[in-house]
């Protein structure tokens, strides 16, 4: 039987030898489809348009997908973004072709919660500084008494933004025993009760939080939120963990703030720029533990990232709407109804 449907991937989900880059984000769903043919974009910064002739469905990791990238009168009908970050995504030119673009947040809600825990949890026992003083031998050994840790019952979770990752990280912070607040302009307060967190105005999130948690997405109007005014806002013995997008902090007035000793310290995924540069002085603190933007990259992650990914991918190809938009409103374009009933007609 030949295929039906045409499905890209980009170049970087395979290493230069053709082997997977990630071998937990499993293809065989499309792989084993006879209905399906799988096909590489070549390596580039951006998607070409050129490439994506006769394809129905693009699944995305790093490349930017622009308004050049949409293939003229072309098949393509959804492009899936593994993750949930959208920003190499233009999505209203997307909406405006009748091209879907969906994200994964039933796959990243417990790897990047996780993630956040792992940070409040090496900050809060200073892991990083007792593996180095223990590693010195008996005269790091004996200086243990310096450095002691932050007992969590009590103490004050924080967070901007209470979506998928803010809530899913109380629900995993339920057993501490901490207070919770965050600060959201679309929270749901239902929600809120159900996860015992107390909704407040965002600048309280710093005034209370011992650790100020970031879980909100990279906007307008989020650019710098985290700034020097804010920081100022937080106690001595707080720290900053952010996760969500590097831009968000003001990030030379958080490396004055932890090298003044102003707060106790950070855990950081993100940076801006990113990658931070050898030289940058986020690098040479030692109140700081840092990720190269991949704390929550695990099997679990991966493997559900792509799960949700392939789903979106078939309930096109199966005529369907998918269930994670970036966009819903492209479901009422005529266009991508004519695109969904094109394909369901090919099955
Ligand atoms: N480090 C990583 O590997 C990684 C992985 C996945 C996601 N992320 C980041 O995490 C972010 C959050 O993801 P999510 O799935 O929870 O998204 P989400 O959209 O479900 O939740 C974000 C929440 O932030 C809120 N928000 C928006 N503006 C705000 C503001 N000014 N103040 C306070 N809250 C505000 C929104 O109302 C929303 O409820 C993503 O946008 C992404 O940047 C990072």
Not at 281 to 292: G, M
Request: hydrophobic fraction near 50%; include cysteine; proline fraction near 8%.
């Amino acid at each position: 039987m030949s295929a039906r449907y045409r499905v890209a991937l980009s170049h970087d989900f395979r290493l230069p030898d053709g082997s997977p880059a990630y071998p937990d984000f499993d293809l065989s769903p499309l792989r084993d489809d006879p209905l399906v043919e799988v096909v590489w974009l070549p390596a580039g910064d951006r998607v070409r348009a050129e490439d994506l002739a006769g394809v129905d469905a693009l699944v995305l990791l790093v490349p930017r997908f622009e308004a050049e990238s949409i293939p003229a009168g072309g098949r393509l009908a959804i492009v899936a973004r593994f993750g949930v970050g959208f920003d190499n995504v233009d999505v209203a030119a997307c909406t405006a072709a009748g091209i879907a673009v969906s994200i994964t947040p039933d796959g990243v809600r417990r790897p990047v919660a996780q993630s956040i825990m792992a940070f409040v949890l090496a900050l809060a026992n200073r892991v990083m500084i007792k593996d180095r003083i223990t590693r010195m031998g008996p005269d790091g050994f004996h200086t243990r008494s310096r450095y002691m840790g932050t007992g969590l019952v009590g103490r004050t979770l924080a967070s901007v933004g209470l979506g998928n990752i803010g809530a899913e990280m109380f629900r995993l912070a339920a057993p501490f025993g901490m207070r919770h607040v965050a600060a959201d302009p679309a929270a749901d307060p239902a929600l809120a009760r159900e996860l015992g967190v107390e909704l407040v105005p965002l600048d309280e999130v710093f005034r209370r939080g011992d650790f100020v948690t970031v879980n909100c997405p990279l906007l307008p109007a989020t650019r710098g939120l985290v700034d020097a005014r804010r920081i100022a806002l937080m106690k001595p013995t707080a720290y900053l963990i952010n996760t969500a997008r590097g831009p968000i902090v003001d990030q030379p007035a958080l490396v004055a703030a932890l090298r003044a000793g102003r707060i106790a310290g950070a855990g950081l995924d993100v940076f801006d720029p990113e990658p931070p540069p050898a030289d940058d002085p986020v690098l040479a603190l030692d109140n700081v533990v840092l990720a190269p933007h991949a704390l929550s990259w695990t099997d679990e992650g991966f493997a559900g990232i792509g799960a949700s990914a392939l789903a979106s991918v078939r309930a096109v190809l199966g005529g369907r709407v998918p269930e994670h938009l970036v966009d819903r409103g492209v479901a009422g374009s005529a266009a991508f109804v004519g695109r969904l009933a094109a394909g369901r007609d090919r099955g």
